[in-house]
């Protein structure tokens, strides 16, 4: 008994004071993933990553958007989400107060809009992707010049390309790159 | 409270809405004046266990949630919280309305976990009936895989009306000029690539992702002091002789490129 009182002095108190002081995160710890709408290119890397398909992401073509959607509810906080963003647009935080009352605040979304085809006019790729790129081309050492005429070929959806092509490589000289004005 | 009823059996419409305020009254009674300690009961769904261990984790003397009057309770007739885990299974869907049913009335139920939420990883399993709330009415989510100890302080706080919800629905519109900041814009393109894949290579994705990405800001950064001796106090400071084999190698790198460090 005195060894055991002994003890108990030794440790002194461990519990923590969590809820009534803030309990500082371990180094490392994966809590809530943190969403920048404004540095996502929209790209979808997010949520072919995610293993649980608590991200997901929808193109609405006759509208010309794409909505990403977070489920807080559905997360396993594997942080697969913040390997795959090429712009950090997500990033996991130490944040683990995430209950809710209501379910439907369990989720975030965000609304990109589609740039069109310069040839089809179909909706195929996030306008900021397409900025981007171009301003990776430009940081990348090309000519500004240069990266706005492939401005022009990046604004082209992948169905075009490939008519383009075959019509090209069939030496013909109907729709194509002429057409469009770039030189692939 | 919010409640949802999906599939408590109603006879008459009007009787059953009636039933519906008077338990969300007895609810608030509840929490007002139950002058008493908060009886748990937990019911586990289908859940890996996970779940299990981390409620057992918030009953260690470090968490210790029962300095809060909150106990687990072996039977579901001295509940007054049912603590719902598991991705609500095809087999455990029956025995948790049994254990909800026994409960005496002025309830609360809360999805614990990711499964219990919304079925989590599971939640497209033919088995599965994805989430707690397809079947019983819930009142307080507590998203997590597992939920952390103190994130289970903090949904029970939430529950008990101690606490404040944090977390509320998000909605964001792209503004029509809104650009993406490329990150390290002044580190040569080839350079960025390379220390990247070497650093994810040396220590795997996530970290690897970090580490280059605080040496780059080490190689950014508008300073007097040469880049070396930068490198130098980081690695002095962080004292990790793993990192310092990584910042070696991605110093290596950067030689190797032409670009003096």
Redesign the interface.
């Known amino acids: 008994m005195y060894k055991l009182l002994k003890e108990a002095f030794r440790t002194g108190n461990v519990t923590v004071r969590y809820p009534f002081a803030p309990l500082p995160a371990a180094p490392n710890f994966r809590g809530k993933p943190h969403y920048e709408p404004e540095q996502c290119i929209a790209c979808a890397a997010c949520t072919i990553a995610c293993p649980a398909n608590a991200l997901t992401m929808s193109n609405d073509v006759a509208a010309g958007t794409r909505t990403w959607e977070i489920c807080f509810g559905r997360c396993v906080f594997c942080g697969r989400c913040e390997e795959v963003c090429p712009t950090q647009a997500i990033v996991l935080s130490p944040e683990f107060e995430m209950a809710v009352l209501d379910r439907a605040d369990l989720y975030q979304t965000a609304e990109f809009t589609l740039a069109s085809c310069r040839n089809c006019a179909t909706p195929f790729a996030p306008r900021k992707e397409i900025d981007y790129v171009v301003a990776l081309l430009v940081n990348a050492g090309l000519p500004e010049a240069d990266a706005e005429r492939r401005r022009a070929m990046l604004e082209v959806c992948p169905a075009c390309k490939r008519h383009s092509e075959v019509v090209r490589e069939a030496g013909s000289s109907g729709s194509g790159w002429h057409q469009i004005g770039v030189t692939p | 409270?919010?409640m949802q009823t999906v599939a408590v059996p109603t006879t008459a419409a009007a009787a059953a809405e009636s039933e519906r305020e008077q338990t969300a009254r007895l609810k608030k009674t509840l929490l007002q004046d139950i002058g008493r300690s908060i009886y748990v009961f937990r019911i586990d769904a289908g859940g890996c266990n996970g779940c299990d261990i981390e409620i057992f984790a918030a009953l260690t003397?470090?968490?210790?949630i029962e300095?809060f009057g909150i106990k687990v309770v072996p039977s579901p007739r001295h509940a007054d919280v049912i603590l719902c885990t598991g991705a609500m299974t095809r087999a455990m869907r029956r025995p948790a309305l049994r254990a909800y049913d026994a409960a005496p009335d002025p309830k609360i139920v809360i999805a614990y976990g990711?499964c219990g939420?919304?079925?989590?990883?599971f939640?497209?399993l033919y088995c599965v009936w994805g989430?707690v709330?397809k079947v019983m009415p819930?009142?307080?989510?507590?998203?997590?895989?597992p939920?952390?100890p103190?994130?289970t302080?903090?949904?029970f706080?939430?529950?008990l009306g101690?606490?404040d919800?944090?977390?509320?629905?998000?909605?964001?519109?792209?503004?029509p000029d809104?650009?993406?900041?490329?990150?390290h814009?002044h580190v040569p393109?080839?350079l960025r690539i390379a220390l990247e894949r070497e650093a994810r290579r040396m220590a795997g994705?996530?970290?690897g992702?970090e580490i280059a990405?605080s040496f780059m800001t080490l190689l950014d950064h508008d300073d007097a002091k040469p880049v070396a001796q930068r490198v130098a106090e980081f690695v002095a400071r962080e004292n990790d002789p793993r990192l310092t084999e990584i910042v070696r190698s991605l110093e290596a790198i950067c030689t190797s490129v032409g670009t003096n460090p």
Do not use: N, W
């Not at chain 2, 939420?117 to 990883?121: A, D, S």
């Not at chain 2, 819930?138 to 998203?143: F, G, K, N, Q, S």
């Not at chain 2, 919800?165 to 503004?175: D, I, M, N, T």
């Not at chain 2, 809104?178 to 990150?183: C, F, K, L, R, W």
């Open positions: 409270m919010s003397p470090v968490f210790d300095r990711a939420c919304t079925g989590g990883i939640h497209d989430g709330d819930v009142d307080v989510y507590i998203p997590g895989c939920p952390t103190p994130a302080i903090y949904g706080a939430l529950a101690m606490l919800q944090k977390l509320k629905a998000g909605q964001h519109v792209e503004a809104e650009q993406v900041a490329i990150s814009p393109y080839t994705y996530r970290q992702r990405d």
